[in-house]
């Protein structure tokens, strides 16, 4: 009988067999028992026998046939990952799909209807010039058949108006063959005139046949949206799909919102974790179809079906949204990256600060290198950075009193400033003044951070939170004092020196409600703001026209951090949050309070001078053997007993010695958050100088792993970790 061998959510690293009497194709969805339960798998390949003996093999209960099998090409992708993450097949299938789609029932299957112009319509003359929506409408339809959620991008009134202009039996609608979807010969709208530094990038990516990894190096404001805008709108007149990877941020609305705009007659669905399931499902089967042209989405986006995919594009290529920190730990940029290359398509990573993985990629000519180096606005110049030196200049709670000047400044004027701190919350600490308690939290080995709003005390890493005390926990002094500074502080002494300025504090406290950050946008750019004190949520994508001065309060702390990648991370950062002054016609100032002013990441920023820096950084890695110069696999464990921990990782060291590869194996050491939530938490570095040898080390070592561990245990294998 013929058998399939089948992916299940379950953490075994191989496929299961299963007998069929029925035709079954790879791709697709089965009901199979396992143990005592029954669960949902996608059969990997069918076979004419298997090497189990064929008593032991239980046949398919179920077979679904509620949608198009999942393509070999997707398939090979996902084995791909199993195998470079070693992460096994179930798990890797199943984390790549829509919930809706591993439940072990079958799924509707939504249809898409379209609006058209029947013949009986007038011409759009010969409507009322005060109808300007059903003008628009009539307009638009005359060109293409279009969803009602594209006709929303040309009027908030659409559904009213296709009513009438459907009674009127000038409108129907069809349900569309996913198949027969027209390509999109329609242009996008308000086209730019491509700058001739826009042109070459347009034109180099044009010229690609087949596979090639572009990096657009473009400094903020250089135009690589609209750089995107034209090689996507080529990519659907020649009748393919893109696919737009960009950050986990609240920003991906506003995108999806933009991208709409620039193609009102084109389908483009997102992917990201704030749809419903139904929605994901239903996004995934668009996409799936070929029904959706543009793909907008987070880096779980990366396993979309997309059978006529033809450019996939990733904004911010540096970000580390893109890598994901728990079960399958895939990066989303190199996952893409594979699949442009197993499609023959090109890819363009974009960003004013690419990672130094991939700028070192383009510098040897792995990847191909394009830049942007003038902003595309002529009249926008780069903001003027300037220093504050904290030692020697008059502080007020942590704030410089040039800085609180340029801000009285900018009030008087009617521009805005924005203060940027990486850090939530009143102060990241308690101190009693009297024995020196601090606010340790409980479970972790981390510090609770004071809330003043609420008055309390609460740990960052688990949650965990208690009233402020009012004595000291540990003497009874009752002088307990806040040390350091955080949103909450920063927003409270700007009350205090500004009382009439409208101050508005931006960070995960203030954003939690789903629509409060939309409102507060639309405050910001409504100009009701005066001042924004915010976290990294402000540092990104945002473009506030009347946003002229930024102060960037103590980022000093990362240039001295255990972490390798700090120092590029904040780079990267203070470039974005730089980039956020002055991008229209007014020009922009930033002033960075340190302790620091000479230290040669500052005077490099102070240059807008990545090129200087990242050469800099990349001689530096070198020197320390540190990526993009070596390859690393992290072996991470955590458990409630500190001995079984170092117990674990020790002997996974002692079996990765044993088998004498040409890796270094590293000490056991704490994690950087050594306890969190009462897990003690340990990790040992793997280290090769190629790909190819980390990949034949952890493929001999890595199954004799579990073995190793007691079940108490909670291990995760990271390979590139971002995370030390
Ligand atoms: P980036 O994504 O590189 O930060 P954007 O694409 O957002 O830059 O462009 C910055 C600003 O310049 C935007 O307001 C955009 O509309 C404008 N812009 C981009 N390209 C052009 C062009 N060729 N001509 C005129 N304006 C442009
Ligand atoms: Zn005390
Ligand atoms: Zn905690």
């Known amino acids: 009988m013929p058998i399939v061998r089948v992916a299940l959510d379950v953490p075994l690293p191989t496929l299961f067999d299963y007998t069929v009497d029925d035709v079954v194709v790879a791709g697709q969805r089965v009901i199979v028992p396992f143990r005592n339960r029954q669960l949902l798998g996608v059969v990997m390949e069918c076979a004419a026998g298997s090497e189990l003996a064929s008593v032991k093999i239980k046949p398919v209960l179920r077979i679904l046939r509620d949608c198009e099998p999942i393509s070999s090409k997707l398939l090979i992708l996902l084995q791909f990952c199993s195998d470079y993450y070693h992460y096994p097949i179930g798990q890797t299938v199943m984390s790549s799909l829509p919930a809706r789609m591993r ?87 308000n086209a730019h005139k491509l700058t001739n530094e826009q042109q070459q990038v347009v034109d180099a990516v044009t010229r690609a046949s087949g596979y090639c990894c572009f990096l657009l190096h473009g400094i903020t404001g250089s135009g690589k949206t609209e750089v995107y805008v034209h090689l996507i709108d080529r990519a659907l007149r020649a009748g393919g799909q893109v696919l737009l990877l960009v950050p986990e941020i609240n920003l991906t609305p506003q995108l999806e919102h933009y991208f709409l705009s620039r193609f009102p007659v084109a389908t483009l669905v997102s ?13 995934w089967q668009q996409a799936q179809t070929g029904m959706a042209q543009i793909v907008l989405g987070t880096r779980l986006s990366v396993f979309a079906e997309l059978p006529r995919l033809s450019l996939i594009i990733v904004d911010e290529e540096h970000d580390s949204s893109f890598k994901q920190q728990d079960g399958l730990r895939y990066s989303a940029r190199d996952v893409a990256i594979f699949r442009a290359n197993q499609c023959g398509v090109p890819i363009v990573l974009g960003s004013a600060t690419p990672s130094l993985e991939s700028y070192h990629n383009a510098l040897t000519g792995r990847y191909a290198m394009l830049k942007l180096t003038g902003r595309a606005l002529a009249d926008a110049n780069l903001p003027e950075i300037k220093f504050v030196y904290t030692k020697q200049t ?51 080995a981390g510090k609770m951070v004071l809330h003043t709003k609420d008055q309390r005390l609460r740990c960052h890493h688990c949650g965990w939170q208690i009233r402020v005390p009012t004595l000291c926990p540990e003497c009874g002094h009752p002088e307990l004092l806040p040390v350091g500074s955080g949103t909450q502080r920063v927003e409270s ?55 002229t001065l930024v102060g960037v309060l103590n980022p000093d702390s990362a240039l001295y951090s255990s972490d390798f990648r700090a120092a590029e991370k904040l780079f990267a950062q203070l470039m974005q949050v730089s980039g956020r002054a002055g991008r229209a016609d007014k020009p922009g100032q ?27 950084q990349l001689a530096e890695r070198e020197m320390a053997d540190f990526p993009p110069f070596a390859f690393q696999a992290m072996l991470r464990a955590e458990g409630l007993v500190e001995a079984d921990v170092y117990a674990y990782l020790n002997r996974a060291k002692l079996a990765g010695a044993k088998l004498n590869h040409p890796v270094e194996i590293f000490g056991v050491v704490p994690a950087s958050l050594a306890r969190r939530a009462n897990y003690v938490r340990a990790q040992l570095l793997i280290q090769a100088n190629s790909r190819r ?32």
Request: aromatic letters at 8%.
């Open 590 to 616: 930033v002033l960075i309070q340190t302790e620091f002013p000479d230290h040669p990441m500052y005077l490099c920023l102070q240059q807008h001078d990545f090129e200087g820096w990242a050469a800099s």
């Open 394 to 444: 008059v502080m007020v709670d942590g704030i410089s009193e040039v800085l609180l000047r340029e801000i009285a400044n900018r009030i008087a004027k009617g521009e805005q400033s924005l203060l940027f701190i990486n850090r939530r919350g009143y102060a990241p600490v308690l101190m009693c003044t009297e024995c020196g308690w601090l606010s340790d939290c409980k479970n972790c």
């Open 103 to 189: 439940a072990d029932k079958p799924i509707s299957v939504k249809h898409e209807f379209h609006y058209r112009l029947l013949n009986s319509a007038p011409h759009v003359d010969h409507i009322p010039k005060r109808k300007t929506a059903a003008r628009n409408i009539v307009a638009t339809l005359a060109l293409h058949s279009c969803t009602l959620q594209q006709l929303k991008t040309l009027t908030a009134s659409a559904a009213t108006q296709l009513k009438w202009l459907s009674e009127a039996g000038w409108v129907e609608s069809f349900e569309v063959n996913p198949h027969e979807v027209e390509p999109c010969s329609h242009r996008f709208a």
């Open 693 to 724: 040898v980390l990949q034949q080390f952890l493929r001999v070592w890595q199954p004799g792993l579990a073995d190793l561990a007691s079940n108490k245990l909670r291990c995760s294998l990271d390979i590139d970790p971002l995370e030390f």
């Open 493 to 547: 002494i700007l009350t205090d020196r500004f009382p009439d300025a409208r101050i508005l504090r931006v960070d995960r406290d203030s954003t939690r409600n789903k629509r409060a950050w939309e409102v507060m946008r639309s405050k910001i750019t409504a100009n009701e703001v005066d001042i924004m004190v915010g976290t990294q949520m402000l540092a990104k994508g945002h473009d506030f026209p009347a946003l």
């Open 271 to 283: 992917l990201h974790s704030g749809l419903s399931e139904n929605e994901r499902l239903h996004h």
